[in-house]
Nanobody
Framework: DVQLMESGGGSEQAGGTLRLSCVASDKAYRRHCMVWFRQVPGKEREGVASIVPESGQIDYDYSVKGRFTISEDNGKNTVSLQMTGLKPEDTATYFC?????????????????????WGKGTPVTISS
């Protein structure tokens, strides 16, 4: 099993920047489709960015494209999400998840049912 732990959430003003980190328990994460999801109470989780560390395949949801950047640090077993140009609608709990690689290649990474391992989440609050 791959264990995941997020950090880096907090409060920020609109237009600001936050960086989220997801530390994996072992190198197996590099062969998975790693995804950042977010969830607002009462709504479904939505995928915002994905990466296959082993191949470098990256994709973004249209709502964050150009503002968020997903990356990986092999030496630290970490997948990060750099969030810039933050908006109040980015307010959510952000989760790191890992699923089969095909999810990233097929585009189905946006659906949480395709993820196998989850972190506990880190809250992000953006004020206007």
């Amino acid at each position: 099993d791959v264990q995941l732990m997020e950090s880096g959430g907090g409060s920020e003003q609109a237009g600001g920047t936050l960086r989220l980190s997801c530390v994996a328990s072992d190198k197996a994460y590099r062969r998975h489709c790693m995804v950042w999801f977010r969830q607002v109470p009462g709504k479904e989780r939505e995928g915002v960015a994905s990466i296959v560390p082993e191949s470098g395949q990256i994709d973004y949801d249209y709502s964050v494209k150009g503002r968020f950047t997903i990356s990986e640090d092999n030496g630290k077993n970490t997948v990060s999400l750099q969030m810039t140009g933050l908006k109040p609608e980015d307010t959510a709990t952000y989760f790191c998840a890992a699923g089969v690689r095909y999810s990233c290649y097929s585009g189905s990474w946006v659906y949480d049912v395709n993820m196998r391992y989850w972190g506990k989440g880190t809250p992000v609050t953006i004020s206007s």
